[in-house]
């Protein structure tokens, strides 16, 4: 037992010595108050948090551009198979964890590098589409795509290179047809940069109702969730949405209901659909009509009666989903007709 522990210690020892000799040949980083970028992406967040120290991201911030070639190097970061051994070995050992970093991890330092710059990144664009396009590896290219994204409208000379990704059948080695969804491949991340950018809807909305229509259940709902990207600039989405909501199966169907409130338009045909879907038997279309009625605000007037009825009903969630739509249709009304029903109703 002692000799195979002192044969895992020499071999962690061998390859932290090997692992301090990649760090050497690796390009120095920017710093920022004497500290790496990767550092500060560690220590960053892309979630506003009240009271939190923001000095990371105004390091990254500070930094900007240059550390366009540490992002770059950590977006295409991936795991040799020594590294995959060794973690599975010494991943136990808290300080195997100081020097075999995932592929994963680093990757996702280069992510939030993106969302923290977003559109003061623009100059990376050329990059990260010739990343996007000429990788061998669908992880990297997907992982170009989602930075795109996270740079969002700036990133509009990328449209061409993302719709290439999600309509072309001609892949590296290792692709497969993007009817086949990959969580960590380029088309849905393609897709999702489409929304982000949200740019030329006239070419881009048709595209993303053709993915609608795959097959994939994830890729549809990857779709919808570009579509609402757009808001009213999406209005050639909603006869499909409608249909999607109506007909379409369980988890689809409600993403549909959710993306026609984020359109927010034509309110005469989608509030009376939204309203029959509300009186349905079944609970789960009772609540998501009623969340997307909400999300319609005052243009869902017609539906406030209906909506007030549903605020007596059976069902506790139901019966809230229906209070806080009617507290957005119209807070005076709501208040003063839910008076004993909702007294903690929240202000306006």
């Not at 393609?190 to 949200?198: D, N, R, S, V, Y």
């Not at 009666?305 to 009617?326: C, R, Y």
């Not at 709501?334 to 909702?342: M, V, Y």
Request: glycine content about 6%; some cysteine; hydrophobic content about 45%.
């Amino acid at each position: 037992m002692r000799a195979k522990r002192r044969i895992l210690l020499s071999v962690l020892s061998i390859a932290i010595l090997a692992v301090l000799a990649w760090k050497l040949l690796v390009p120095s980083e920017p710093t920022y108050q004497g500290v790496r970028l990767s550092v500060w992406l560690e220590r960053s967040s892309t979630v506003p948090q009240e009271g939190r120290d923001n000095t990371p991201e105004i390091a990254v911030r500070t930094i900007g551009t240059n550390g366009f070639p540490t992002l770059f190097r950590l977006l295409q970061a991936e795991d040799s198979r020594l590294a995959l051994k060794l973690g599975k070995l010494f991943g136990r050992f808290e300080v195997s964890k100081r020097f075999i970093v995932p592929a994963q991890n680093r990757n996702n330092l280069a992510m939030k590098g993106f969302i923290i710059l977003g559109g003061d990144a623009k100059a990376a664009v050329p990059d990260l589409v010739r990343i996007l396009e000429d990788s061998d590896s669908a992880k990297i290219r997907g992982n170009a795509a989602y930075a795109l994204g996270n740079i969002g409208p700036a990133a509009n000379d990328a449209l061409p290179a993302l719709i290439r990704s999600v309509t072309s059948t001609n892949r590296p080695a290792d692709g497969h047809p993007w009817t086949a969804f990959r969580q960590n491949g380029p088309e849905p991340a393609a897709i999702t940069a489409l929304g982000k950018i949200h740019a030329e809807p006239a070419v881009v909305i048709p595209l993303l109702l053709l993915c609608m229509s795959n097959t994939n259940g994830v890729v549809a709902y990857v779709a919808m969730t570009a579509i609402g990207e757009f808001g009213s600039d999406a209005q050639q989405a909603i006869p499909t949405l409608i249909s999607e909501a109506t007909n379409g199966a369980s988890r689809l169907r409600f993403k549909a209901m959710e993306t026609l409130a984020e359109i927010h338009a034509q309110p005469d045909v989608v509030v009376p659909m939204l309203t029959v879907l509300s009186s349905s038997t079944n609970i789960n279309r009772r609540i998501y009509s009623l969340r997307s009625l909400g999300g319609f605000g005052a243009d869902a007037k017609p539906a406030l009666s209906n909506v007030l009825t549903l605020a007596q009903d059976s069902n506790d969630l139901v019966k809230a989903a229906a209070l806080e739509a009617a507290s957005k249709i119209d807070p005076d009304t709501a208040r003063s007709a839910l008076k004993k029903l909702a007294p903690k109703l929240p202000p306006n």
